[in-house]
């Protein structure tokens, strides 16, 4: 079954073997005779005798047989499977080493993307720096050759007037006393034309705007230290235990002068005022809106004159007073200046019919003052507008509609954001209209709620959550995330035995969520939509149904 030798030599012993082998054997150990079993003998090339295994014929050599691994078809097809199995390993191998390079590759581009991108923003700054210095260089030649010039005009000026001068100056002077009346009369005429309603009422006029954009550079920088605000574990855990204490702590009823006839709370606004009181504005079914001292305990202020329930209420404080600006359904909107000293009277602002039911009235954060102030009317029409107090009466100043279809939308709901600048609209089929005041254009669309009305709208300080509700029962919370524009949670609050949602509210610090109904109300952790750290249930004795 082997295969003949292609080399065989006789050895002196008489052992027949390979020629190659046998003289590899033989520089291995020397040149001893391997068949010797004395050791002794020895034994080079040239005492072989070669052997011939062509028959005679040294020039015809046989063929050596197939190996006895290639004799039949199983053993061809286990060869054949051992070299696919080898082919197979090594195009693993080859790919694995394909994807290393590949991620070595990747990496190497991205930090080349980023050394690029690092050397551009560098090359940006080092340009801006070289404007600016230049800039400054310019302003202070600029203001050195300003001064040289004021300090030569004194100079020249510091002689004594002569008699001409001062008779010229006595002439002008009587001029300007018999100019007086009609300059006055030229200046009234001025504010008046300066506080009519703008001719372009899709516009927010340039100074409010100015404004606007003012108050949003101051309040967007609050709103990025909130964002930006880090709280420990034994700070959350400290927060989180306070809460928890609110379940165990007494229920505190408040008499807001309501009459058993027409009670029932609509709307509600908290404010604090220049003074660091707390003040809660209220409006009902009395039509009356009421301000009620927190820390006192006391009704300051009973403001009435609304034609309809009172639906939407806001206010801010000024030093010494509070503008008050109620919304009522019969479709007027009034603003009231509260003073906060018990020796004044509330006044009138003026009044001013928007056409339908207001759902949201809010004082703009630019307001200065009450002859600053600007209030803006989300109304059950569809409209957003902007109010300003001139003399005794409401202005409108600007109108903002969003058409969708021959109706157009009806709002439902709205809220300002705390920058200033966006004002989020719920509507009657379930969609947010987020506007951008800056533009006074949409500057975006939210869908949810299944079609029902969006009832309440609450925006967190940092501005980045947004939760609604719907007074649908099997309508959940839900939250959106502003930035991005889509719907990131939401709450079911049947599971919480809360009932349909009446009211959202987010805390200062952007880290709880707030959502009541008629059961019961409940905090929820911000981000952590599902883990609620406290629940407080009204006493059975509350009475009735809770809105607002």
Known sequence: GLSPLTDPVVTPSGYICSRKLLLTKLGENGGVDPFDSAGTRRLDESSLV????????????????????????????????????????????????????????????????????????????????????????????????????????????????????????EEEEAAEEADAPAKKAKTDEDEGAAVAPPADLTKIPAADLSAMSATWKILSKGRKSVSKLKRSKEETAAN????????????????????????????????????????????????????????????????????????????????????????????????????????????????????????????????????????????LGGTLELWKPIGEELKLMTRLESKEGEDG???????????????????????????DLKTQAVAGTLKGHDGNSVDRVAISENGYHVATSSSDASSPVHLWDLRKLKLSATIAPAEGFVGPVTSLAF?????????????????????EWDRVVCTLVPSKGAGGKKKG
């Open 50 to 169: 070669e052997l011939s295994n062509g028959g005679g014929n040294s020039s015809i050599v046989a063929a050596p047989p197939r190996p006895p691994k290639a004799t039949s078809l199983p053993s061809l097809l286990g060869m054949l499977q051992n070299e696919f199995d080898a082919v197979l390993l090594e195009l693993y191998d080859t790919r694995k080493a394909l994807e290393e390079t590949r991620r070595e590759l990747s990496g190497a581009l991205y930090q080349n993307d980023a050394a690029v991108r690092v050397v551009a923003r560098v090359v940006r700054e080092r340009d801006e720096a070289r404007g600016r210095l230049e800039e400054f260089l310019r302003e202070d030649d600029a203001a050195r050759r300003a001064r040289e010039e004021e300090a030569a005009a004194r100079d020249a000026s510091s002689a004594a007037p002569t008699a001409v001068e001062k008779r010229g100056r």
């Open 240 to 379: 989180e235990a306070t809460l928890a204490k609110l379940e165990e702590g007494e229920e505190k009823k408040v008499n807001l002068g309501k009459s058993s006839a027409k009670a029932g709370v609509l709307c509600m606004a908290s404010l604090k005022g220049k003074d660091g009181k707390e003040y809660l504005i209220t409006g009902g079914h009395d039509r009356t809106a009421i301000v009620y001292d927190i820390a006192s305990a006391q009704i300051l202020a009973t403001l009435s004159g609304a034609g309809g329930d009172v639906v939407a209420v806001h206010g801010m404080a000024f030093e010494g007073s509070l503008l008050v600006v109620a919304g009522s359904a019969d479709g007027h909107v009034r603003a009231y200046l509260v003073p906060l000293s018990g020796d004044d009277e509330p006044s009138s602002l003026g009044s001013a019919e928007i056409g339908s039911a207001p759902v949201d009235v809010t004082v703009h954060p630019s307001s200065s003052g009450t002859e600053d102030a600007r209030i803006l009317v989300a109304s």
């Open 409 to 435: 939308h009806k709002f439902s709901s709205g809220c300002m954001h705390p920058d200033g600048l966006i004002y989020i609209a719920g509507t009657a089929n379930g969609q947010l209209i987020v506007w």
């Open 507 to 527: 805390d200062p610090t952007a880290t709880y969520l707030a959502y009541s109904g008629e059961e019961c109300m409940k905090v929820c952790v911000a981000k």
